[in-house]
């Protein structure tokens, strides 16, 4: 199907915003992005508001009651953060599971199966006991939010036996890049870490580092999650499958702390459902959707 408009979900948030910026540098789709600026916000798109090739509709997804204008639908709204969603968890049932099983059910009840990309988590995998990690191995949500994510991804498997859904999940590992940081999400705690180190940094604050800081994690800049979308989009083969976006390698927490400051940080204790290790097989991604990752965190440290 040829993609003339599209709609971004959860538009001002950290990784929706940058998808915007690349689709419309990349290429010349109509965007409508929606966003009801829970934790995102407006600054994040303010350079785009006024180009006719985009329009922001500050609203909830669940008040949507038609989709059937888009050729693509990029799914990113969501409550996206682990420790928030044990202590909110009917919060975090309606914003992750309820408010995607809306915009499924409005396809569904238009007959319109537009291409479906929905921002899925490597947090599905738990501790995962293959690393490098592939598509394959066993789910272990160890959160209220991988099994949210986890509960789409399979929703979406279910009832494309019953229908003939178009979709594809992206599994992010852990991003990092512009606006990963966010000081008046209410949830900014818990964003992703090298955000909240280069913030600290920037206060003169000391880094926390959660347990030993032993914990590995597979940094992925955002801007290769948004080339990651877009391939999704492009392809034209009914994939309806998930695929691993992340770099491929692991830097420890520890590591990350000791590039961004030095000595100046602290150790605070481990939190509940967090993994071990986070580390991709993105031989999937590669083989059919052409996709790899370009960008290195070195640069995005020196530059930072
Ligand atoms: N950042 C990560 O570490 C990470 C890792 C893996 C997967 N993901 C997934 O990627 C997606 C984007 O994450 P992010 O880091 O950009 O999060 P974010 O919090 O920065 O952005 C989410 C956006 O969704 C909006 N939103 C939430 N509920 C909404 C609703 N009901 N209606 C309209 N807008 C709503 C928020 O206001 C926010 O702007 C999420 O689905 C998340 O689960 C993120």
Redesign the pocket.
């Given at each position: 199907m040829q993609i003339n408009r599209v709609l971004i979900?959860?538009v001002?948030?950290?990784?929706?915003s940058n998808l915007l910026d690349y689709l419309l540098e990349k290429t010349t789709w109509q965007i409508t992005g929606?966003?009801?600026?829970?934790?995102?916000s407006k600054n994040n798109i303010s350079t785009h508001l006024n180009t006719t090739r985009f329009r922001f509709v500050k609203?909830?997804?669940?008040n949507l009651n038609s989709v059937k204008q888009y050729d693509c639908i990029f799914h990113?709204?969501?409550?996206?953060r682990i420790q928030p969603s044990f202590e909110f968890v009917t919060e975090h049932i309606t914003?992750n599971l309820t408010?995607s099983m809306h915009i499924i059910e409005l396809m569904i009840g238009e007959n319109h199966f537009p291409k479906f990309v929905f921002?899925?988590?490597?947090?599905i995998y738990g501790t995962p006991t293959t690393i490098p990690t592939p598509e394959t191995e066993a789910i272990e949500c160890l959160s209220p939010y991988a099994f949210q994510?986890y509960e789409v991804e399979k929703y979406l498997e279910l009832l494309s036996t019953r229908y003939p859904l178009d979709y594809i999940c992206l599994r992010?590992f852990?991003?990092y890049g512009p606006r990963?940081f966010?000081p008046e999400?209410k949830f900014n705690a818990y964003s992703?870490v090298v955000g909240i180190f280069l913030y600290r940094r920037e206060k003169g604050q000391k880094l926390l580092v959660t347990g030993e800081g032993s914990q590995k994690r597979d940094f992925i800049h955002v801007s290769d999650l948004a080339k990651a979308n877009y391939l999704a989009a492009i392809n034209p083969n009914k994939l309806n499958t998930a695929f691993n976006i992340g770099n491929g390698s692991t830097l420890s927490v520890l590591e990350l702390a000791q590039r961004i400051s030095g000595k100046d940080y602290e150790f605070i204790p481990k939190r509940e459902g967090e993994s071990d290790i986070t580390f991709a097989d993105v031989k999937k991604a590669k083989d059919l959707l052409g996709w790899h990752p370009e960008q290195k965190m070195e640069d995005y440290l020196k530059s930072n």
């Open positions: 979900t959860g001002a948030g950290f990784i929706g929606i966003d009801n600026l829970s934790t995102g609203d909830n997804i669940r990113l709204a969501a409550l996206p914003e408010s921002s899925s988590s490597s947090a994510k992010y852990n991003p990963s966010n999400n992703s």
